[in-house]
C-alpha cells in the first residue's frame, strides 16, 4: 500500500541557508502535518494543512513558512538556518472523512542536520 | 493546556519479561489514544489506537493498552518481551483540534 513519501531522507545545510522539505500524503488524504523531532525528545507539532489551507498551528518558528499545493502535497520551507533546527521532520497525513478510526500515518522522515 | 505523561524515561527488561508503560494526559473533553514506537533509526510506527468502544485495546506484535478514564491512563503491557522489542514508545492523545500531542517516550532497552 502507499505510505507517506518524504523527501529529501536526509539534508545537510550550513546556517543560514535555506532548505525545503517535502511531504507527499497518501492518495485521497486531504491532510497534512509536520513534526519536529530534536535528538532525545518527542515529536513536537509544527503546522497542519486540510484542503490547502492551513488548518493549525504549533510551535512552528517564523523563520518556517509552509503551504500544501493542488496535489496535497506539502512543503516546508526552512529559511536563515540555525545548528537547533537540526532534527527529524516527520510528516503525517490522514482525511477527516474517515467515519470510522482514523489515524495518522507517518512518513519515514527527513533528516535535517544544520552545519 | 493538553499534556501527556510519560512517567518512566528509559526501561531496561530481561526478554520474556513482562512490560507496562503508563501514560497519563490531562485533558477533560473526549479524546483518541495512541501508541507509536520508534525502532532504532526509523520512522514512528502506530502500535495501537483507541478511539471507542471495549477500553482494552490489542495492537500489533502482541502489544495491549487498557484506556481508563477515570484515571486518564493508556498504559502500555506486553506479557513478555523480545529483544526485537527494543525501542522508544511514544503516547500520544489526539483532541477535537485533530492534532497529537506526543509523550515524552519511554526508551526501552531489552537485554537477552
Known amino acids: 500500500a502507499a505510505g507517506v513519501i518524504q523527501s529529501p531522507r536526509h539534508l545537510i545545510k550550513e546556517k543560514r541557508e535555506t532548505a525545503t522539505l517535502k511531504c507527499y500524503p497518501i492518495p485521497r488524504h486531504d491532510t497534512v502535518y509536520w513534526y519536529q523531532q530534536g535528538p532525545g525528545q518527542d515529536p513536537q507539532f509544527l503546522i497542519s494543512f486540510y484542503e490547502k489551507m492551513q488548518s493549525d498551528k504549533g510551535s512552528i518558528p517564523d523563520r518556517f513558512s509552509a503551504q500544501q499545493f493542488s496535489d496535497y502535497h506539502s512543503e516546508l520551507n526552512m529559511s536563515s538556518l540555525e545548528l537547533g533546527d537540526s532534527a527529524l521532520y516527520f510528516c503525517a497525513s490522514n482525511t477527516k472523512y474517515h467515519r470510522d478510526a482514523p489515524g495518522y500515518t507517518f512518513g519515514s522522515g527527513t533528516r535535517l542536520t544544520v552545519v | 493546556a493538553q499534556s501527556v505523561s510519560q512517567h518512566n524515561h528509559h526501561v531496561i527488561l530481561s526478554e520474556a519479561a513482562s512490560l507496562e508503560l503508563g501514560c497519563n494526559y490531562s485533558?477533560?473533553?473526549?479524546?483518541?489514544l495512541f501508541w507509536y514506537v520508534q525502532y532504532p533509526g526509523q520512522h514512528l510506527q502506530l502500535l495501537l489506537k483507541?478511539?471507542?468502544?471495549?477500553?482494552l485495546v490489542k495492537g500489533i506484535k502482541g502489544f495491549e493498552a487498557e484506556f481508563i478514564k477515570s484515571k486518564f491512563s493508556f498504559n502500555l503491557r506486553k506479557p513478555s518481551v523480545q529483544w526485537s522489542d527494543t525501542a522508544e514508545y511514544f503516547c500520544?492523545?489526539?483532541?477535537?483540534?485533530?492534532?497529537?500531542?506526543f509523550g515524552t517516550g519511554t526508551r526501552l532497552t531489552v537485554i537477552p
Open positions: 485533558y477533560g473533553g473526549t479524546v483518541n
Open positions: 500520544a492523545v489526539k483532541t477535537g483540534a485533530n492534532n497529537l500531542f
Open positions: 483507541y478511539f471507542s468502544g471495549d477500553p
